[in-house]
Each structure stands twice: as C-alpha cells, then as structure tokens.
C-alpha cells in the first residue's frame, strides 16, 4: 500500500478556489511573506491556513453580491435559481463591488495574519455590496445589520432584499439600512465615497502616529481630483500613521474606458507615479492573497523607508503606492465589458433564459458549501486571540479627541455710545480668529493641527498661525515660513486643503480662504456634512473637534478683484444643510468672531462656516455678553442701538460686518428725524428657519429668542444680509409671515471697486437703507434723505460716498 500523503494548508491555497487563481508572481511573494512572518504565523492562526480560509470566505462574497443584485430569494444550499426567485428590478454597481471583494477580504487577511486591526477608507462608495457582504459573512455587522441579516436562507433573502428596496418605514424614514453606497451602518465606514476623488485627498492626513490606514480608490476617480498626486509630499514619520492607498485599476468608468486607460494604462500611472513621489507595487487584483501581501508589503516599506529618511536627515520619502490590475466585474459573466459597471449580464434573468443560465453558471462557479464557508469564517473570528477590535471598530471610526480648554478671548471693549461716529474703535476680526486658533494649538500639543491654505494665509490676517505652524514643505526656501514638518498645508487647490482638515479628525483643524473660491470647497464639504448628520440622527453624533471655514477677503472685501471674486454662494449652499451639523455664521465684529471661532473650537462634529472680515477698520459693535449671546442664540438684540424701541414698528436686522456699519449709519439719521426702531444682529440665521427633523430643531432658537428678537410689535422688517437677499427671505420666511419685509444684500452686481462702492451698487449701502426703511413705514423718503442722496440713488448724480 502506498502511504497516504497529507495535504497541508499550503497545498491547499495554491489551488485556488472557484475563480480564484494563484498566479506564480503572487505565489513567490506570498512564500516569502510567510517566511518573514513564520510558519506557526501569530496567535490567529498558520499564515496558509488564514488565506486558505481567505479564498472561501471572499469566494462566498462573491456568490452573495451577485445575489444581491440579482435574486429575490436566496438559498444557501446554492441550488439554481428559478425566473421567479430573481428580482423584477435588479439594481446594483455590480463589478465595481466584485472588485472591491478580494480588495476588503484581503484586507481582513491582513489583519488576521498580523494579529492588527487596521483602519480601512474605500473612495469609491458604489461598491458598499462588497464591505457589507463580507461584513455579513465574518460578523463584522453594525446592531441594525445583526439584527436582520444572517448566514441563513431567511436571513440573506431579506439581505438581498433590502438592496434598494426604496421601502419607507411607519416613521417615513428609509426602511433598510442599507445604502447604494456607505452609509452609516456599514460597519466601519468613515465616508459615503458618493463624491468620486475626495478619499483621495483625505487619507494621507487621517492616521495619527502608531495607527494604520489600508485605503482603496478606483482608476476612474483618479481623473476626478487633481491633488491626490500631492500625497506623497504630505505624508512625515513624525506625525502620520502608516497608510497604503490601492487603486483598483480595472480599466473602466460606466460607459467607456477610464482616461488612464486611453493613455497609456498601468505601464503610463507607474511613470507618472514615481515622477510624484510614490512607490508604485503592481499586483493581481484578482486574487485576495495579493492584496495581504500588498497591504504588509507596502507598510513595510513605508517603515524602512522612514527610517533610512530619518538616517539621512530628510523628511520626505517615497509613498508605496499599490495597482490591483484586473477587469470590471471579474468573475462573473459579462467581466471587464461597459455592462458591467451595473448590471454584467445585459439583460434580467427573471425574464431572459439566456441571461438566467449564465447566472446560475456564474454563480456555481462562485459557491461555497455551508460547511466549508463555516470553517472558514471561524479562521475569521479569532480577535480575542490578539486581543484587537473587530474592524467595525477600528481606530478612525471612533474619534474622540482630548481638548483641552485653550486661553480665553481677547475681548475688546465698545463704545457706550453707538451712536457717535467718531467714538467708534475699529479693529481686524480675522485677527481674533488668528489668536484663538494658535491658543488652541499652544494648550494643546497633544493635538495635530492641519490648516488647509489655498494661499494667502498672511494677507488673510492669519499671520501667527503660519508663524508658529509654518508651511509645509519637501524642501525649506530660505527665509521664507517654511518647514519639512509644517502644519499649514498650503496649494491653489481648494478641496484638497480642505481635505487635509476634514480628514484629521483626531487633531485640531482650520480651513481659511477666499470667499470666493472656497466655493470649489462644496462638493467635500457637503459629503462630510451629510454622513455626519446621518451619524447623529442614528444617536452616534461624532466626537470629532468641530472644523471652522474661514471665508473671508469675502464679498464686500474683494471689490478690487472683479467680480469673480465676488461670491457669496458658498455660505448660501451651506446654509441650505442641516443647521444642527452646518453652521454658518457672520460675525458682525472682533468680538462676535472670537466669540463664534471659541465656540467653534469647543463643539463636537460639526462644520462651522465662518464669514468674517479681514479689514483691520471694522467697528467694535458687540459687547463680550452681546457677542456670547449671539453665538449661544443665533442672534442678539443690539439696544445701544435703538431709539424709542418701545414703541417701533421698524425693526432693523443684520447679516454681516458690513452690512451692521451701513444699518448703524442709517440708524444716525433715523434717530435723528425721531423714527423709533429696534436693532437685531443675526449671527447664525439658519437657526431662525423652519427646522426639519429632531436635529434641526434642537438647534434651532427657540420661540422665546424668535419672539424676544422678532416681536409682533415690530412687523416692518428690513434686512441687510452678506449674500443674494431672495434665498435669504425664502430661508426665514419664518420671520416674516405676517409683516412687511424688506431685504438688501447682493444683487450681482460687481467690477473693481472699493468697498462703499460695492455696497452702493448692490443697494446695501446706508442711504439704501434709508429709502428702504422709509417704505415701510410709509413715509416720503425726502424726510429721511438730503437731495444729493436722494439724486445718487435716482442715478442723478454721482454719490459721494464716505
């Protein structure tokens, strides 16, 4: 007889499994990983007996995304399929998700094999059927996924199910929780990736020293945003984690191929990697094995290459970079052609026969038997062993920095006397912003600090920031505030700067720009905002330290540029977010902006839009307990700016610094012809629309402010706001339902101009007020404005503006 010989876990993964083929490349390295980590691997488990498991369990998320799109009901005996047991409707970003299954099962491979629950951020978030298909398999769920999905026919025919369901449930929300792409209960997500090329711009800035990120992007985004090239020159040993970016190179976008592709392919992106600054590592992206591998290969040469940086006195080094080169959709029917982005088959196998055999073909391919899939998801399940979180919660998925309480404010004091002109002080509000920034960073070194620049950071008011921050750069130029370990990330990108913030939620951030142009900033802005807001509303707000957005050398500032940069559109999308996640406000003066920048800083996972002038001649209107009031309220009542307010109809309101000055030299000469009216400052004005949600109406002013700020006695009502005044109305009709209503603001109308002059011709400027206030209250306005004021308005003569 001849001596039975035993296989081992070796001989075992080198056949593969299903459509999962060891090519020799992906073989040589993998024996030498395994030679580096040890045959006995660590507390988890033999290394072949992990990626042995590792092709079953990803071969399984195969067959169950496939489902997803395709079938009704599911059957874990894997038996065929019959035309009614297939969807009416299938929907789905099938190939995109059947790359992104090696990409993540290697992924939980990786961690396994080193016993290190590893960050993960994926761009592209269409292809969520795969992180949530073997999140389901391992057990790696969210509680509102536990409780309705399981490896079990009734358990992954509701999965299947679920899948753009559209259902709405008896509250009217959204029934399944699960998403077209990330979505809150995905188990460790951090974006919804709907944005394609944000990831990119982010992930360098996430991980803090001593954690790890595995991020996945796609060749498609790659055309999306120009500043995922600049990664390699942010990344330093001293202050980031280990990160490696994969692209999934698979060739194609929805309907064509993807512009790399035209160009030159995977042989073209290594050039023009290395001519950035990366580490280009080419691999199978057809096999998860070669992600593992990937994955530790790529953090060891970012170590190694740290060190010999260090050894050498640089900073900057060389970013590993991997390319998972595969097609669309591999293996499955239809691979690697424009169908499927979608749906691979081309037609619905409910009623096609041709399209049905090649699913259930496809599908066989593809099957794991039950018992086979449990042995192997145990192999899965082994982190008590290493005594490490499940991927759900690893490190960036729950944020919560310490801050500790930074330097208070340096108040400035107010005249008593609002209505002397000459007795007015005037001072820079971007200059408090500036000092409570660097006293936040100062009581807290423990904290990254990121500020995302655009450019400009000095003539934006921002002065000791940069000089204790610094740029930061490869190589320092003499003389200049430059460091190979700066903080302020500075390029004529504004996503990408604003990305170095969004992306750092374990250290303290500050974006500052143009108004103008950060309105370039929406797209990465909004995304953050939204998952956020979806964060809070499933009570998980998170912890991460609120991120201001500066906005200013704004509108009223910038009338010497002509009017491109002359923009308020940023601020007005951004109020059209959620209030309680979006804040924007307009701080009126120097201490209204300390005040807003300090509750800002203070506040927990929220993105405060922040429009605040650079000019060092603007009033000091707001006392420290009128500017705290503001900022706690929405708004403030400004009685040293009032006259006979008792009795008025006339309620004056501002939106903005400039817009405070030309309603309080109105107010000069309303007092003086003897009109009685009341003065308000709108700080936040989002606070005062209708709220939508549990959210929004927790943060919005109560009815006691509405009416303390907006009584009924006062029902002729004129604003002065920063932006378009027609939106602005729309917004707060709230405020003005049953009164007589007035509002001035932006009219598009622009050159290059000085500051009065802009306002004159956006009729914001104070003899506007004036003719606006004597409509309301129905008075001629010869008895509120002189002849020449009165001919500059009519377009009779030139105004003589002051």
């Not at 953090?299 to 050894?311: F, G, N």
């Not at 009570?539 to 009223?556: E, F």
């Amino acid at each position: 007889m001849c001596p039975q010989i035993l296989e081992t876990d070796y001989d075992r993964w080198l056949r593969g499994y299903g459509v999962i083929r060891h090519r020799p490349e992906t073989v040589r390295r993998v024996r030498i990983l395994t030679e580096g980590l040890g045959q006995a691997g660590g507390r988890e488990g033999s290394p072949f007996e992990i990626l042995t498991a590792l092709d079953r369990v990803a071969s399984a998320a195969l067959w169950l995304v496939v489902h997803e799109t395709y079938a009704k009901n599911v059957y874990i005996d894997g038996r065929p399929l019959a035309a009614e047991d297939f969807k009416e409707r299938p929907e789905g970003h099938t190939g995109g998700a059947l790359n992104m299954v090696p990409a993540y099962a290697g992924y939980l491979a990786a961690n396994a094999l080193t016993g290190i629950t590893r960050s993960w951020l994926m761009g592209q978030g269409h292809t969520v059927a795969a992180i949530d298909s073997l999140n389901l398999i391992v057990g790696n769920m969210t509680e509102r996924h536990a409780e309705r999905y399981s490896w079990s026919n009734g358990g992954l025919t509701r999965y299947v199910q679920d899948f753009y369901s559209y259902k709405l449930d008896a509250s009217g929300r959204q029934d399944s929780p699960l998403g077209s792409h990330v979505n809150v209960h995905t188990a460790g997500g951090l974006a919804e990736g709907g944005y394609l090329g944000f990831a990119e711009l982010q992930y360098v800035h996430m991980p803090l020293p001593g954690e790890r990120l595995v991020v996945f992007l796609s060749d498609g985004a790659f055309e999306e945003q120009r500043g995922s090239d600049w990664a390699a020159r942010w990344w330093r040993a001293r202050d980031c984690g280990l990160v490696t970016p994969i692209m999934i190179a698979n060739g194609r976008r929805i309907d064509q191929r993807t512009t790399m592709s035209q160009q030159g392919g995977v042989r073209w992106f290594v050039r023009h990697l290395r001519l950035n600054g990366f580490d280009p590592i080419v691999f199978d992206g057809r096999d998860p094995a070669a992600y593992a591998w990937a994955i530790l290969e790529m953090e060891r040469r970012l170590e190694a290459a740290a060190l010999e940086s260090s050894r050498r006195g640089k900073a900057a080094v060389r970013l590993p970079y991997g390319i998972a080169v595969t097609s669309k959709g591999y293996g499955f029917p239809g691979a690697g052609t424009n169908a499927a982005h979608n749906l691979p088959l081309g037609e619905n196998p409910r009623l096609s026969q041709k399209a049905a055999t090649l699913f259930r073909n496809g599908a066989q391919r593809i099957f794991v038997t039950s018992d086979d899939l449990r042995a192997a998801v145990a192999v899965f399940q082994r982190h008590g062993r290493s005594e490490r979180p499940k991927e759900r919660d690893h490190a960036l998925a729950h944020r919560d920095p310490e801050l500790r309480p930074a330097a208070a404010p340096e108040w400035r004091s107010v005249p008593a006397d609002l209505f002397a002109r000459t007795a007015w002080t005037r001072a820079c509000p971007m200059a408090a912003v500036d000092r409570a920034f660097v006293a936040a960073v100062e009581a807290n070194p423990q904290l990254r600090p990121r500020v995302g620049n655009p450019d400009e950071l000095l003539s934006n008011r921002m002065g000791k920031t940069l000089e204790k921050l610094r740029h930061r750069v490869t190589d320092p130029e003499p003389g200049v505030l430059e460091d190979v370990h700066g903080a302020v990330i500075t390029a004529l990108n504004e996503e990408a700067v604003a990305s170095a913030a969004l992306g750092n939620e374990g250290g303290l951030n500050i974006v500052v720009s143009y108004e103008a142009f950060a309105a370039k900033m929406h797209g990465v802005l909004r995304q953050k905002v939204i998952f956020t807001q979806h964060q809070a509303a499933t009570g998980k707000a998170p912890r991460w330290i609120s991120v201001p957005i500066v906005l200013t050398s704004h509108l009223w500032e910038n009338g010497k540029n002509e009017q491109s940069h002359q923009d308020p559109s940023l601020c007005e999308a951004m109020m059209a977010e959620a209030m309680h996640v979006s804040r924007v406000l307009f701080p009126a003066d120097t201490n209204s902006a300390a005040a807003s920048i300090d509750a800002c800083l203070r506040s927990r996972g929220q993105i405060w839009t922040l429009v605040v002038p650079k000019s060092d001649s603007v009033p000091d209107m707001l006392t420290r307990e009128e500017a705290e009031t503001a900022v706690r309220d929405g708004g403030v009542r400004l009685r040293r700016l009032e006259h006979e307010s008792d009795s008025a109809r006339l309620l004056l309101c501002a939106v903005g610094a400039y817009q405070l000055e030309q309603i309080a030299r109105a107010a000069m000469r309303l007092r003086e012809r003897k009109v009685p009216f009341r003065t308000v400052v709108l700080l936040e004005p989002a606070r005062f629309r209708e709220p939508v949600g549990v959210g929004e109406m927790r943060h919005a002013a109560s009815p006691q402010v509405k009416s303390a700020l907006f009584p009924d006695q006062c029902d002729l009502r004129l604003f002065v706001t920063h932006g378009h005044p027609a939106p602005f109305l729309g917004a707060l009709a709230e405020l003005h339902r049953f009164a007589s209503v007035r509002a001035l603001g932006y009219c598009n109308q622009g050159g290059t101009l000085d500051t009065p002059g802009l306002l004159f011709l956006n009729r914001s400027h104070w003899t506007h007020v004036l003719r606006e206030a004597a409509r309301l209250i129905s008075a001629h306005e010869e008895s509120l404005l002189e002849p020449a004021e009165r001919d500059a308005l009519d377009g009779r003569a030139a105004p003589l503006l002051q």
